[in-house]
């Protein structure tokens, strides 16, 4: 049981480049998160699937996209990376909105 | 908006010593609180799920409490240990599916 998983772990890119951030769960959950993190700011969340099939916002959404791929797959996809989007993601999952949240282990990301 | 707030920020303790610390919510439209623990380096990882005023849910040394009617709840450590240097996160929960966290509580062990 892998639990939550993301990657890459570290990424690196250039004002203006496009990248996806991968997450995947193995524990059969309904709900999938993106969070960024950062210093003094808690978690934000960005978006999140309540369930296969659909999407919403959530409080910091402007710069990205997501995809529920199937069940098990929820990607954060940045299309035209900007530097105040260095942060660190966090990817959850929970069986239902009211359980407790899995976290992935986090993807730092820098923007230069 | 809704608001979480938790206090303090940040908290040295002796270890040996107890301590506790606090979530406050909207006392409207509740459906459930969480505890997590998120040391360094690491990720968020959960310690309770209170759903019930007057919930009271212990793990080892560590406690929480509930208070719906007022919208608080406080987590206690007892003889605190320098593993449980972490910061701990509150998250609220709507009773319309909304997901608020609150900003943690950075708590640091003296020996």
């Not at chain 1, 791929?69 to 942060?87: D, G, H, V, W």
């Not at chain 1, 009211?98 to 976290?103: I, L, S």
Request: one cysteine or more; hydrophobic letters at 30%.
């Amino acid at each position: 049981n892998a639990g939550v998983t993301q990657t890459p772990k570290f990424q690196v890119l250039k004002t203006g480049q496009s990248m996806t951030l991968q997450c995947a769960q193995d524990m059969n959950h309904n709900s999938m998160y993106w969070y960024r993190q950062d210093p003094g700011m808690g978690l934000r969340l960005i978006y999140y699937s309540a369930s296969e099939g659909t999407t919403d916002k959530g409080e910091v959404p402007n710069g990205y996209n997501v995809s529920r791929l199937n069940k098990r797959e929820f990607s954060l996809r940045l299309e035209s990376a900007a530097p105040s989007q260095t942060s660190v993601y966090f990817c959850a999952s929970t069986a239902d909105f009211y359980n407790e949240q899995f976290f992935g282990p986090g993807t730092r990301l820098t923007v230069l | 908006i809704l608001n979480v707030e938790q206090s303090p920020q940040s908290l040295h303790v002796q270890e040996g010593d107890s301590t506790n610390f606090t979530c406050s919510f909207p006392s409207s439209n509740f459906y459930a609180l969480h505890w997590y623990r998120w040391e360094t380096a690491k990720s968020p990882e959960a310690l309770f799920v209170m759903t019930l005023n007057g919930d009271e849910k212990k793990k080892g040394r560590i406690s929480a409490t509930l208070n719906t009617k007022e919208g608080y709840s406080y987590l206690y450590i007892k003889g605190s240990q320098p593993e449980d240097s972490a910061t701990y996160l509150c998250a609220f929960i709507e009773s319309n599916y909304q997901l608020i966290w609150g900003a943690g509580t950075k708590l640091i062990i003296k020996p």
